[in-house]
């Protein structure tokens, strides 16, 4: 039973363009949300994170929004980059951080130049 | 100022061997993360260790799987008698402790990819 369901599985999209990832979970004691970046070969990094007092967090180019009724959060990456060809994980834990993440299976986004 | 380091890089080992992977956390972080990412999965979590302790192996398979953080040098993740669904990366991360609750960010390292043969 997969815990946090994440889609589209891939997405191209043209430079300029707005990218979407959606998550959606299933565990009501999830407590922090954050999405990961991972490049071929390397490991994923953390982009932005949110907490179900919130409901939407924005860090330069890149918004989480989150519906805790609906139990969904989504990534969005305004001027999406050539650079930004990745692949995207959502992820959550129910203890407050990080030590035992449940993670999606990824997002691999390609943005065309 | 290193990130987590994590080595070998690459490893092959048949069936039947042994696999050491290794990972030294960033500095000043006490508490080691490893998880596992089998290709087009996102990543299991398997341990979550602090020095000379095993905070949380609730995510490794019960045979065969092994992790220590020693009071000195990096922690290990050991797979005895490997199988080819071991084949997998195998990724290290660290954070440090804050008060009561550990803070949210890891770092990861750059993973080991085991492939057996």
């Known amino acids: 039973q997969q815990q946090v369901k994440q889609s589209p599985q891939s997405l191209i999209v043209q430079k300029g363009g707005i990218s979407i990832i959606n998550c959606a979970y299933e565990?009501?004691?999830?407590?922090?949300f954050p999405w990961y970046q991972q490049f071929p070969g390397k490991g994923p990094a953390l982009l932005i994170a949110?907490?179900?007092?919130?409901s939407e967090k924005k860090e330069g180019r890149f918004t989480i929004s989150f519906n805790k009724s609906a139990k969904q959060f989504s990534l969005h990456i305004m001027d999406s980059q050539p650079g930004d060809s990745a692949t995207y994980f959502c992820?959550?834990?129910?203890?407050?951080?990080?030590?035992?993440?449940?993670f999606g299976k990824g997002m691999k986004l390609t943005v065309n130049p | 100022n290193a990130g987590v380091m994590q080595n070998p890089r690459h490893l092959v080992r048949r069936r039947g061997q042994e696999a050491r992977l290794r990972c030294s956390p960033m500095?000043?972080?006490?508490?080691v993360y490893w998880y596992r990412q089998l290709p087009e999965e996102g990543l299991k979590f398997m341990v979550y260790?602090?020095?000379?302790?095993?905070?949380?192996e609730s995510g490794m398979p019960k045979e065969r799987f092994s992790a220590e953080f020693p009071k000195e040098g990096p922690s290990i993740l050991r797979i005895q008698q490997v199988v080819r669904g071991d084949s997998a990366a195998y990724f290290c991360?660290?954070?440090?402790?804050?008060?009561?609750?550990?803070?949210?960010?890891?770092?990861f390292g750059e993973g080991s990819r085991l492939t057996v043969l």
């Open positions: 991360a660290s954070s440090f402790f804050k008060g009561t609750a550990t803070v949210g960010e890891l770092f």
């Open positions: 565990n009501t004691a999830f407590d922090y």
């Open positions: 949110i907490r179900p007092d919130v």
């Open positions: 992820a959550a834990s129910s203890q407050g951080g990080s030590e035992k993440l449940v």
């Open positions: 500095k000043g972080h006490s508490h």
């Open positions: 260790l602090q020095k000379e302790n095993i905070i949380d």
